[in-house]
């Protein structure tokens, strides 16, 4: 069915109030999954149109899209899309800053730490010393990355774990704010083998000092980008100061796009929202963003890449990874971040009159509101 945006608000004002734990019946939920396919129809005919105007649109593959200089285009990306996926190595539990959009916000002072001397790798704890044991045993992977949460809090820590996965010539990439980055540690990073860096350039809101590090790590490091969640702060503040970010000659942006979760999705309330294939819930502006984003890098002729890594990539990825693995076919660990579904979040689109549905049809007899009883 096709239900009109009339109807969706009607019950969804209905589920956003039901008691904590009553699960929707049959029908309700053919409900609640005909509004999703219509606010996500929607979105995809809005997207559609913006990507129609962007000329040098690329696909990887067809696994997700990006502009510009495809050699630019981030290895590890390519690892985690194409190869054997991208297996995360945990270390530091700690963060200078909170972001809003953090995965973490809310809860930074209370992350387990991965224990004293030791390394988080594929969920399982290792000292370093295990590593050379690890490499022996089990296939190299295309790819790893140093993830959670900001590495330059003991970032000294790091070197020789990189030097060993350089010397098994498995890439490596880590992510970071780049707030605590100095010459002396990018150049540590570069010489202990580090293949890749990413900045979060918008948790420092495009601070100087982070553009500056930006191409202080050019100096040292191959593969140099910025990977940030679009915002409409991280797309004004890119805007301000973006002569001085492209002088850096970084090689790639990766302009993730944001979904949410329960720690963070209150500093969105308010913002229309959709769901991607019943798994990760976006603020819509996210993606739009990153397409106008795109499109100007196009028009512009910018020498790097950038990379849309929207909801669908992130669906593809998981596919990659569940095939790489060996898993059945269709299987994939893309799935949403709530155990209880927000309904009170889509809302904000229901009730946006400027947000229109691509089409509508009337309820079926025994779907309206005050017909349904079993």
């Known amino acids: 069915m096709k239900i009109s945006k009339k109807d969706a608000l009607i019950w969804f004002e209905f589920f956003s109030i039901l008691p904590e734990g009553e699960e929707p019946m049959t029908k309700q939920q053919e409900i609640i999954y005909s509004t999703f396919a219509q606010i996500e129809a929607a979105i995809d005919h809005r ?20 502009v ?33 959009f953090c995965y973490n916000y809310g809860e930074l002072n209370d992350i387990a730490p991965v224990g004293e001397g030791m390394w988080e790798i594929g969920g399982t704890k290792f000292y370093e010393k295990d590593i050379d044991l690890l490499l022996s045993i089990q296939q ?20 020789s774990v990189i030097k060993k996965f350089r010397n098994a010539q498995i890439h490596q990439h880590l992510y970071t704010n780049g ?5 002396e540690t990018l150049k540590a990073l570069g010489e202990a083998g ?5 900045f979060n350039l918008g948790a420092s809101n495009c601070s100087d000092k982070v553009i500056e590090n930006i191409g202080i790590a050019k100096k040292y490091i191959k593969n140099v980008g910025i990977e940030t969640p679009m915002t409409p702060e991280f797309f004004e503040g890119f805007f301000k100061k973006k002569q001085a970010i492209l002088d850096t000659k970084l090689d790639f942006i990766n302009c993730a796009e944001l979904h949410l979760n329960d720690n963070n999705i209150d500093n969105y309330y308010g913002e229309n929202m959709y769901i991607s294939r019943h798994g990760y819930i976006s603020p819509i502006w996210s993606r739009e963003l990153t397409l106008k984003f795109m499109k100007i890098a196009d028009e512009e002729n910018w020498d790097l890449a950038v990379h849309d890594c929207s909801n669908s990539t992130k669906f593809a990825r998981n596919l990659n990874l ?26 904000p689109i ?25």
Do not use: H, Q
């Open 140 to 159: 190299k992977p295309t790819g790893v990355s140093y993830v959670y949460l900001e590495p330059f809090m003991e970032i000294e820590k790091y070197y």
């Open 68 to 100: 510009g200089n495809e050699s630019k285009f981030a290895k590890g990306c390519r690892s985690c899309l194409l190869g054997t996926g991208l297996s995360a190595i945990r270390k530091t539990n700690k963060c200078n800053l909170e972001c809003k």
């Open 179 to 183: 707030t605590l980055a100095t010459e």
């Open 322 to 347: 569940s095939s790489k693995e060996g898993k059945w076919f269709g299987a994939s660990s893309y799935t949403s971040e709530f155990s209880v579904m927000p309904y009170e979040v889509f809302l």
């Open 194 to 198: 580090l293949d890749e860096i990413r």
């Open 47 to 66: 997207n559609d149109r913006l990507m129609s105007e962007i000329k040098g649109l690329k696909t990887l593959e067809n696994r997700t899209l990006f």
């Open 350 to 374: 229901l009730r946006d009159d400027n947000f229109k549905f691509v089409s509508e049809e009337e309820l079926p007899e025994g779907y309206k509101a005050g017909e349904m009883f079993f």
